[in-house]
């Protein structure tokens, strides 16, 4: 069946008139850095739970975010290989990642590893699609991913869970957590191990690579958090996360990383008097690898870390109206065995934010200013606008700029970095149409952004050196449909996104975007059972800049199944890629085969 059927067909079997009820009450904090419900943010979200987590029996970051609007990722093989996040369309570097509040990822590359963060000690996800950069600054150009991590709560309860499956894949995982008068407080633990698949295909040309062997993967993690709120009401909460393990993989130079992802935060939330809400909040993410050649010496070490402090204020200055004023300090560091021109660089950014509703109306205004040692200055602005009729349907209005700093390797790689790099800058309009009524929820949204002054490789034509530059724009327009549903005791999800990615420089769509997706979920509870399925369906994508390396589109069904035997012992099933389908998101590199893998769980909460 070709993509076209598939997305058709699924599309319009989701469209059936449903019957049933879906009513969610939902409160983000990535959108506008302060608690407001969904139904007020003049912008697209999702929310990831940790019960979506749990009933899709995902092992890591990529396959949950490959499933939602408006994200396609990429990957280089199986798990923990390098894996690439188009949020929107645009590139991987323009998605700013969060960890309760704190920024990660690599200050050197300026990408962040999430195939290498564990689900199991995620409790939500929030996405927010749109420009952020008005609220925290670079790279949150096609949007923001916030994870907070589990948290403690009522009385002690553990949780802990085991399973095997295809590839010599196997896991353990356990948690205690609770809350004793004033002090929550969870701890966890997680060991991933798999010895994996031949992730690449041989490759010809003058660097071919002929390396066919399996391709393992294994990652360590750690996760303690505590919470406490005193009698005169301050509260604290400090967090650490710390995963590190292996991951090999097929190349020339390099095939194989050891890894080091930890990041660490705390935060102190105070009401001095009524109206003001005062919110301190520090941190620091490592983002360390050493690489190791074929033969087995070394290679390369690259370590970087990123240090920041957030002050925010909040101010109820009168009904239905907040305003913000905060600042944010960061310090960026890299070390390793590369003789970067520079090692550190600072970045001051100060921001305002004004939330103001009258009647069935909202407004939110912000603007934030940003001061780097390494490159200058920038500023960006967003407004949004939103009214919500009686019967459920919303409709919203916004438009934003951001920017994406230049990497240490872009502006200080020895003879690549170019040190006069300006950032990318970017400008986006949005409109979205939502509805919540007893039958379901449902959201159209349509956006288009403009981004300047793109980093990219050239080449000197008098020296032949490869160097960074400024020098490609793109445009980017698309449209998401989505809608959740009952249909006669089945739950549906679908959603769809038609993108157009061009580079305005050359006509040529972006590098690995396709133009069309679909996600289709169908799951029905019975009695101790529960059963769903899922499709992901793809069009096809170009490997190169220059559109002439083609890769087909796909249609992949997972099945997933569990049995509570009581109220806390669980067995779970899923087999992904039921129809054993062989595609690539990245040219000559492997995707999964047909697997399978169950555990069992158990849970006193």
Same mark, same amino acid.
């Given at each position: 069946m070709t993509f076209r059927l598939i997305f058709v067909a699924g599309f319009l079997a989701s469209l059936v008139p449903p019957v049933g009820a879906v009513e969610l009450a939902?409160?983000?904090?990535?959108?506008?850095?302060?608690?407001?419900?969904?139904?007020?943010?003049?912008?697209?979200?999702?929310?990831?739970?940790?019960?979506?987590?749990?009933?899709?029996?995902v092992k890591s970051l990529p396959e949950i975010l490959k499933t939602l609007a408006g994200v396609d990722i990429t990957e280089s093989g199986g798990p923990g290989k390098a894996t690439g996040v188009f949020l929107r369309g645009t590139e991987s570097d323009h998605v700013l990642f969060l960890v309760n509040g704190i920024r990660i990822g690599s200050a050197s590359a300026g990408l962040t590893s999430l195939e290498?963060?564990?689900?199991?000690?995620?409790?939500?996800?929030?996405?927010?699609?749109?420009?952020?950069?008005?609220?925290?600054?670079?790279?949150?150009?096609?949007?923001?991913?916030?994870?907070?991590?589990?948290?403690?709560?009522?009385?002690?309860?553990?949780?802990?869970?085991?399973?095997a499956g295809t590839f010599g894949s196997y896991a353990i995982n356990g948690g205690v957590g609770g809350e004793i008068k004033h002090t929550d407080y969870r701890l966890d633990g997680s060991y991933f191990r798999t010895r994996g698949f031949d992730t690449r295909q041989p490759v010809s040309g003058p660097f071919g690579l002929d390396q066919p062997d399996d391709d393992g993967y294994d990652n360590a993690s750690i996760h303690a958090r505590v919470g406490h709120r005193f009698d005169n009401g301050v509260e604290v909460d400090s967090f650490i996360w710390r995963t590190s393990g292996t991951t090999e993989f097929d190349g020339s130079f390099q095939d194989e990383t050891d890894f080091l992802q930890q990041v660490i935060g705390g935060s102190a939330v105070y009401a001095p008097i009524q109206g003001w809400k005062f919110t301190l909040r520090a941190g620091e993410n490592r983002d360390d690898s050493d690489n190791f050649a074929p033969d087995g010496s070394f290679a390369s070490r690259f370590d970087t870390k990123r240090q920041e402090l957030s002050i925010q204020n909040?101010?109820?200055? /009168?009904?239905?109206?907040?305003?913000? #004023?905060? +600042?944010? @300090? =960061?310090?960026?560091?890299?070390?390793?065995?590369?003789?970067? &021109?520079?090692?550190?660089?600072?970045?001051?950014?100060?921001?305002?934010?004004?939330? /103001?509703?009258?009647?069935?109306?909202? #407004?939110? +205004?912000? @603007? =934030?200013?940003?001061?780097?040692?390494?490159?200058?200055?920038? &500023?960006?602005?967003?407004?949004g606008w939103s009214y919500r009729w009686p019967d459920g349907v919303r409709v919203?209005?916004?438009?934003?700029?951001?920017?994406?700093?230049?990497?240490?390797?872009?502006?200080?790689?020895?003879?690549?970095?170019?040190?006069d790099l300006s950032p990318e800058t970017s400008k986006s309009y949005e409109l979205g149409v939502e509805g919540r009524q007893h039958w379901g929820e449902w959201g159209v949204h349509a956006y288009r952004t403009d981004i300047d002054d793109l980093i990219v490789t050239v080449s000197d034509p008098l020296t032949g050196v490869f160097f960074a530059d400024n020098v490609d724009r793109a445009r980017i327009e698309g449209v998401e449909a989505e809608l959740a549903t009952d249909f006669a005791g089945w739950q549906v999800t679908a959603i769809a996104s038609l993108l157009t990615p061009n580079n305005r420089s050359t006509g040529k769509r972006l590098r690995r975007r396709v133009k069309k997706s679909l996600s289709l979920d169908v799951s029905r509870g019975l009695g101790r059972w529960r059963a769903s399925a899922r499709?992901?369906?793809?069009?096809?994508?170009?490997e190169d800049a220059q559109n002439t390396i083609r890769l087909a589109g796909y249609g992949v069904v997972d099945l997933i199944g569990q049995y509570r035997f009581t109220r806390q012992l669980s067995v779970r099933a899923k087999i992904g890629n039921l129809f054993d389908k062989q595609y690539q998101t990245a040219d000559t590199f492997n995707s999964r085969d047909r697997n399978i893998f169950v555990s069992l769980h158990y849970a006193n909460r």
């Amino acid at each position: 069946m070709t993509f076209r059927l598939i997305f058709v067909a699924g599309f319009l079997a989701s469209l059936v008139p449903p019957v049933g009820a879906v009513e969610l009450a939902e409160i983000v904090v990535t959108a506008t850095r302060t608690p407001l419900s969904v139904s007020q943010v003049p912008a697209a979200s999702t929310i990831v739970t940790r019960d979506d987590i749990e009933r899709q029996q995902v092992k890591s970051l990529p396959e949950i975010l490959k499933t939602l609007a408006g994200v396609d990722i990429t990957e280089s093989g199986g798990p923990g290989k390098a894996t690439g996040v188009f949020l929107r369309g645009t590139e991987s570097d323009h998605v700013l990642f969060l960890v309760n509040g704190i920024r990660i990822g690599s200050a050197s590359a300026g990408l962040t590893s999430l195939e290498l963060l564990p689900v199991t000690q995620i409790d939500r996800i929030e996405v927010i699609r749109g420009p952020r950069a008005s609220q925290w600054g670079s790279e949150a150009i096609g949007g923001v991913i916030q994870i907070f991590t589990r948290t403690g709560s009522g009385d002690p309860g553990m949780s802990a869970g085991a399973g095997a499956g295809t590839f010599g894949s196997y896991a353990i995982n356990g948690g205690v957590g609770g809350e004793i008068k004033h002090t929550d407080y969870r701890l966890d633990g997680s060991y991933f191990r798999t010895r994996g698949f031949d992730t690449r295909q041989p490759v010809s040309g003058p660097f071919g690579l002929d390396q066919p062997d399996d391709d393992g993967y294994d990652n360590a993690s750690i996760h303690a958090r505590v919470g406490h709120r005193f009698d005169n009401g301050v509260e604290v909460d400090s967090f650490i996360w710390r995963t590190s393990g292996t991951t090999e993989f097929d190349g020339s130079f390099q095939d194989e990383t050891d890894f080091l992802q930890q990041v660490i935060g705390g935060s102190a939330v105070y009401a001095p008097i009524q109206g003001w809400k005062f919110t301190l909040r520090a941190g620091e993410n490592r983002d360390d690898s050493d690489n190791f050649a074929p033969d087995g010496s070394f290679a390369s070490r690259f370590d970087t870390k990123r240090q920041e402090l957030s002050i925010q204020n909040d101010f109820s200055v /009168a009904q239905h109206q907040l305003f913000t #004023l905060g +600042a944010d @300090l =960061r310090k960026e560091k890299v070390a390793g065995s590369t003789d970067f &021109t520079a090692t550190s660089r600072d970045n001051t950014g100060v921001f305002t934010q004004y939330l /103001a509703a009258a009647g069935s109306h909202q #407004l939110l +205004a912000s @603007l =934030r200013y940003d001061d780097n040692e390494a490159y200058g200055t920038d &500023t960006n602005g967003g407004l949004g606008w939103s009214y919500r009729w009686p019967d459920g349907v919303r409709v919203y209005a916004s438009y934003g700029t951001a920017f994406k700093a230049p990497s240490f390797n872009e502006l200080f790689f020895p003879a690549f970095g170019n040190p006069d790099l300006s950032p990318e800058t970017s400008k986006s309009y949005e409109l979205g149409v939502e509805g919540r009524q007893h039958w379901g929820e449902w959201g159209v949204h349509a956006y288009r952004t403009d981004i300047d002054d793109l980093i990219v490789t050239v080449s000197d034509p008098l020296t032949g050196v490869f160097f960074a530059d400024n020098v490609d724009r793109a445009r980017i327009e698309g449209v998401e449909a989505e809608l959740a549903t009952d249909f006669a005791g089945w739950q549906v999800t679908a959603i769809a996104s038609l993108l157009t990615p061009n580079n305005r420089s050359t006509g040529k769509r972006l590098r690995r975007r396709v133009k069309k997706s679909l996600s289709l979920d169908v799951s029905r509870g019975l009695g101790r059972w529960r059963a769903s399925a899922r499709l992901l369906a793809q069009g096809d994508r170009f490997e190169d800049a220059q559109n002439t390396i083609r890769l087909a589109g796909y249609g992949v069904v997972d099945l997933i199944g569990q049995y509570r035997f009581t109220r806390q012992l669980s067995v779970r099933a899923k087999i992904g890629n039921l129809f054993d389908k062989q595609y690539q998101t990245a040219d000559t590199f492997n995707s999964r085969d047909r697997n399978i893998f169950v555990s069992l769980h158990y849970a006193n909460r």
